[in-house]
């Protein structure tokens, strides 16, 4: 079993990725794979609207979005992380995951995310930080993508990396994060070995609101 974190930040090893990494670091002591996948700086299209992906399969924009989708696909649970600003998430995330979870729905490789646990944790100097994690908890919700949750809040505070090792609380709350989502991924281990099966997939029925 394997998780892909995913650190949104435009700071490769920011404070963003020393949240990560906290959480890398026990699930790894707890017989988990993790990994730390940096979105990176480069620019990312918006999504277009052009619904090409249910044809072709993919987002018709070519970046790291399409690669990260087939890379994404082996990987057990998410953990995706994102840096405060504005009171939402970064501004490269918001666009790579609109499209990556985007493609896949309109594609039908809902498989990728589906039933997968994921959790969101986020990092700021001082506030913003539940409306950032509303906002990313919104793309786990809507493809049935069980949440995992701490014993507080998924966030830690500081300006840099060394103020938010000092959060001890907040980085406490990273370790529990990741002995939870740990426990979660070996009950679902242990549903398979015993037989329970997960549910099938529904074909959905789209309802416009309309006069």
């Known amino acids: ?7 949104g930040s435009p700071h490769k090893n920011g ?11 026990t699930l790894e002591s707890e017989g988990i794979g993790a990994e730390i996948y940096f979105i990176g700086t480069d620019p990312i299209s918006p999504c277009k609207a ?17 690669d990260f989708i087939d890379y994404a696909a082996d990987f057990d649970g998410f953990i995706i992380g994102s840096p405060v600003h504005y009171a939402s998430v970064s501004g490269s995330i918001a666009p790579f995951l609109h499209r990556a979870f985007f493609a896949c729905f309109m594609s039908g490789r809902g498989n ?21 994690l509303d906002q990313l908890n919104k793309y786990f919700t809507i493809t049935e993508m069980p949440i995992i949750s701490s014993r507080y809040w998924n966030m830690v505070h500081g300006q840099n990396p060394e103020e938010v090792l000092q959060d001890k609380e907040g980085m406490q709350n990273m370790r529990i994060l990741a002995k939870n989502f740990t426990y979660y991924l070996k009950c679902q281990e242990a549903a398979a070995k015993a037989g329970i099966n997960p549910p099938e997939p529904e074909e959905i029925e789209f309802t416009n609101f309309i006069r």
Do not use: H
């Open 1 to 7: 079993m394997k998780v892909l974190l995913i650190n």
């Open 15 to 25: 404070c963003t990725y020393t949240a990560l990494n906290e959480i890398a670091k």
């Open 50 to 66: 052009c619904r090409a992906c249910a044809k072709i399969g993919r987002c018709v924009i070519k970046d790291k979005v399409n």
């Open 112 to 132: 990728v995310f589906r039933l997968k646990p994921g959790a969101a944790v986020v990092s700021a100097r001082r506030a913003g930080t539940t409306a950032t």
